[in-house]
DNA sequence: TTATTTGCAAATACTTTGCATGTGC
DNA sequence: GCACATGCAAAGTATTTGCAAATAA
């Protein structure tokens, strides 16, 4: 795997991901993508949810449920969660945490935990250690 | 499912859990337990992590890889997961976020990406909406 | 006693992979 | 033409569940 192909699923896949406002999972995507190319299967689109996390033009979201989410917001942002439907709203980064989580609940929302999380990789990782995801 | 038993299992779970210091999964949970349990099934385990979260006697970390992770310190703070191999370290809470990556950028560690996630049940859901996790 | 919990195995959900065929360059 | 991508189906992981047997209260 060296050479990168530019296929029209790919592209219709990355466009749907563009389309979407809600952080869609694999099978979202496979769902809609669908409609223009019938015969598309969803390995391929895990594939290619794959590929293009790694060139870096979608984002892939760990929390929120069993299923991986994508987003195709680069911009440093965050995400607010929901325990129950695993539904997944943006959140901006600027604000003190405490003004934003009240921000939410002056939405209607009740916020459970707040998590900072950074992601990385560990000092044996980096020196030779095991490999990864 | 109305009353709730003390069982052995269930005592050396969460033992095993408070124990331990790495956040472990299900999975390295079944296997410490069964140097004392030998018969305990991976099933008994899934149950009664199920029943120790919901409870409020342990969390569950859903980022860092595919595995659910799990966490017996119920104080508020945070985690730094390394995207190669899993790990999770801890994270206090009270310092500025900036602050906190340099020390593990300090430490060895390279820090791609830090996130702000705050969990809680969304409008929808908390006025009747569909059911959850 | 008896309802809950267990061990086991089968089922489920999400994701990855092997392989023959198709296709971009 | 040929290496990479696709579609399909099967396999792989993580987790959940049905059920008969075991067990805590």
């Known amino acids: 795997m060296v050479l990168r192909r530019e296929t029209k699923q790919k592209r219709v896949i990355l466009e749907e991901i563009e ?10 995507i496979y769902n809609s993508v669908r409609q223009q190319l019938p015969r598309i299967s969803l390995g391929t689109v895990y ?6 996390v790694r060139e870096g033009k979608i984002k892939r979201l760990d929390s929120g449920g069993r299923e991986a989410h994508f987003d195709a917001d680069l911009s440093e942002h965050h995400h607010v969660t929901c325990v129950s439907c695993g539904r997944i709203d943006d959140l901006a980064t600027s604000q003190e945490l405490k003004v934003i989580s009240e921000t939410f609940e002056q939405k209607g929302w009740v916020i459970h935990e707040r998590r900072v ?17």
């Open 117 to 133: 999380e950074f992601l990385g990789v560990c000092p044996v990782c980096r020196t030779g250690g095991a490999g990864g995801r």
């Open 19 to 28: 389309k979407s406002t809600n952080h869609p999972t694999a099978r979202d």
């Open 47 to 52: 594939r290619n949810m794959d590929l293009l």
